[in-house]
């Protein structure tokens, strides 16, 4: 199993452009969470889904969308970039019930 | 709300020397606790949970933590400290029975001195 995965690794944008940061896994997780991790902040949740359709809004949702078309997919949109989204993205996964999360690589994302 | 406080932002130990690494946490109900590790430039990877039974939790690479209900605490320790465990350290809290939002401390970043 290549667990979750997270395209791309490194990205520059500019002030007011979008983009979608890529996550699957292939563990067939229900839950799927996106975080964001700042220096001294630790990691906070940005959105999360329990399921296919279903998603809902974390800690910090702001200036993000998601959506989840499938168990294995859950993207996350930037939909104007602002200098305060520069950080890393974290994407999470964990099954039904269980407890423990297995996170992606991690996006690292700049935002001029 | 559920709340953690990790005390130190960076520690410092020798090669061989005991890591004490301290975690408090805030939660209205019994929650589950985690200590994640995080390796420069990668993910974060599991340590150790406590989700019930025995308070002393034993996970990878040789580190435990224990679960002290009136102290409102969940510390990592390790024996002997090696250079290989210099990396980030999250201690992290969630509801049990299902819920789903989980709180991570800020981090503390583990310094191995050769």
């Known amino acids: 199993n290549a667990g979750v995965t997270q395209t791309p690794k490194f990205q520059v944008l500019k002030t007011g452009q979008s983009m979608t940061l890529q996550c699957a896994q292939d563990?067939?997780?229900?839950?799927m969470s996106w975080y964001r991790q700042d220096p001294g902040m630790g990691l906070r949740l940005i959105h999360y889904?329990?399921?296919?359709?279903?998603?809902d809004q974390g800690e910090v949702p702001n200036g993000y969308n998601v959506s989840r078309s499938t168990t294995e997919d859950f993207p996350l949109r930037l939909l104007s970039a602002a200098p305060s989204q520069t950080s890393v993205y974290f994407c999470?996964?964990?099954?039904?019930?269980?407890?423990?999360?297995?996170f992606g690589p991690g996006t690292r994302l700049l935002v001029l | 709300a559920q709340s953690v406080t990790q005390l130190g932002s960076h520690v410092s130990v020798s090669e061989g020397a005991l890591v004490l690494l301290r975690c408090n946490y805030s939660?209205?109900?019994?929650?589950?606790l985690f200590w994640y590790v995080q390796y420069p430039n990668q993910g974060l990877q599991l340590l150790l949970k406590y989700t019930t039974g025995a308070t002393l939790v034993k996970g990878i690479n040789g580190f435990e933590a224990e679960f002290k209900k009136s102290e409102t605490s969940f510390h990592l320790t390790k024996p002997s400290a090696h250079m290989s465990d210099a990396a980030e350290y999250f201690c992290?809290?969630?509801?049990?029975?299902?819920?789903?939002?989980?709180?991570f401390g800020a981090g503390t970043r583990l310094f191995v001195k050769a």
């Open positions: 563990m067939n997780h229900e839950y």
């Open positions: 889904s329990v399921g296919a359709g279903i998603t």
């Open positions: 939660s209205s109900v019994p929650p589950y």
């Open positions: 999470a996964s964990r099954r039904g019930g269980g407890e423990t999360q297995y």
């Open positions: 992290a809290v969630s509801d049990r029975g299902g819920g789903f939002k989980t709180i």
